[in-house]
């Protein structure tokens, strides 16, 4: 496959963006009726000196806008109008302006994140569609507030602080501020408790610059596939959020119009806890937490290095820190150009694979910093300068293979979004049009 655009990285992504942040939301583009199709920007281009070493995560755009696809149809198939992908931890790793652009650009009608800086991020991409700020920590400053109301961004509420500080700077604006208000069903993190919710709508009321257009919940055990102890859970945390929705009707925060939405990958693709709208995250970027959807998804990211250097070591010597691998047999040991400072984890060490000629190669020794060692002694014709592929596919002079991200987290004793969100920002991302 030829990568015909390449685009510049995230981390150096220092042009200015041809439209300016001022540019009108959507909203405003829709009464000016303006064009969808001017609204969303290109990736851009690379500088060559952006990747000196070979060490990169390509992301398949065309990936991107296959998996918004079938979530979409999963949503529409179990009764939900609305899917807004998340693209929190900067687009799970993958880059979120480039991912939101391309996302937007394919439909998606708004973006949750967890963060305020991280919507602020997207604005200052380009992306004029509803944003949805999750955490709903903005800081006790009133600057944060007021970013909220001139970004257009929409909070999330569960906490009277913060309700009154979005009424302050609602009231210097001259316009209300829309926000969602979270319940806390079961997770114990953020939202408001059960037996709390008719004490919060009573001095909601008294803040009508803050208006409630959008209930929520987060579920615990979406992906729980087998334990029906779990699955139950989800069963009772719906339960709970549909006794919030009666109570707070009743209490006048709500109404018919208000847009509920739960679930997360995991729930969309089995089909649970679908209300008015979908908050999908690592689905968009291929990786399925349930069997449900596994088959369909396609991985978004490839990460790969190359090999820079190729040595014979002999019966008895040792690899890397700590001497932790030591030859049996006279062995071929080849120095990849990447490591735990990027995204490559140290509870890989003796235990991962990656892809070489399209077979797999164990990883020797302690992962480094910087580098890692692998076991190429079975590959025949391995030499400087072939790929390693560390996540992802690869066809090669001697078979065809691929790593998922799964198979790294079960490795490293962890979950696939733990290994997504961990290439770190010293991979250049390249985006491509396959
Ligand atoms: C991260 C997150 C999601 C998306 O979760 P996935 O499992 O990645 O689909 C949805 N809602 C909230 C509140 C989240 O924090």
């Not at 064009?35 to 070493?53: C, G, M, Q, T």
């Not at 569609?129 to 903005?138: E, R, S």
């Not at 400053?141 to 999330?156: F, H, K, L, N, Q």
């Not at 925060?253 to 693709?269: E, F, G, Q």
């Amino acid at each position: 496959m030829n990568v015909r655009t390449v685009v510049t990285p995230a981390v150096n992504d220092n042009e200015v963006p041809p439209s300016p942040p001022s540019s009108p939301s959507r909203r405003q583009a829709d009464v000016a009726g303006a064009a969808d199709s001017v609204r969303v920007l290109k990736p851009r281009r690379a500088a060559p000196a952006d990747a000196v070493r070979p060490t990169r995560a390509e992301v398949n755009l065309a990936a991107l806008r296959h998996n918004l696809k079938v979530v979409t149809r999963h949503a529409k198939a179990a009764g939900a109008s609305r899917v807004w992908p998340v693209l929190k931890a900067d687009g799970y790793g993958h880059g979120a302006p480039a991912v939101a652009r391309t996302l937007e650009r394919a439909g998606a009608e708004g973006f949750c994140v967890a963060l305020l800086e991280e919507a602020v991020e997207l604005r200052d991409a380009g992306i004029s569609a509803p944003i949805l700020v999750m955490g709903g920590f903005n800081g006790d400053s009133r600057g944060a507030y007021d970013e909220i109301a001139t970004r257009d961004v929409i909070p999330v509420v569960y906490d009277l602080s913060q309700v009154e500080g979005l009424a302050r700077s609602a009231r210097t604006m001259g316009r209300p501020i829309l926000a969602h208000l979270k319940v806390d069903t079961g997770m114990a993190r953020l939202g408001v408790r059960m037996p709390d919710l008719e004490t919060f709508a009573a001095r909601l009321a008294e803040h009508p610059e803050v208006r409630i257009t959008g209930l929520m919940t987060h579920l615990a055990c979406a992906d729980a596939e087998e334990a029906q102890a779990e699955a139950g859970f989800t069963a009772e945390q719906v339960a709970r959020f549909e006794e919030a929705t009666t109570r707070l009707r009743r209490a006048g925060v709500i109404d018919d119009s208000t847009i509920r939405h739960a679930a997360n990958s995991a729930a969309l693709l089995r089909g649970d806890a679908i209300f008015d709208a979908v908050r999908p995250g690592i689905a968009l970027f291929g990786v399925s937490p349930v069997l449900a959807g596994k088959s369909d998804l396609r991985a978004a990211m490839r990460v790969r290095s190359e090999i820079v250097d190729v040595r014979t070591v002999e019966v008895g010597e040792s690899v890397g820190y700590g001497a932790l691998f030591r030859a049996t047999r006279t062995t071929r040991i080849a120095t990849v150009p990447m490591g735990y400072a990027d995204g490559l984890s140290r509870q890989l060490s003796n235990r991962g694979h990656v892809l070489v000629r399209g077979r797999r190669a164990p990883l020797v020794g302690a992962v480094s910093m910087d580098m890692s060692m692998i076991d190429v002694t079975d590959i025949p014709g391995t030499s400087l300068r072939d790929e390693v592929v560390v996540l992802g596919a690869q066809e090669g002079a001697l078979g065809k293979d691929a790593i998922t991200a799964d198979e790294i987290a079960a490795h490293g004793g962890t979950i696939a979004w733990e290994v997504l969100t961990s290439i770190s920002r010293r991979v250049p991302r390249f985006y491509r049009e396959p």
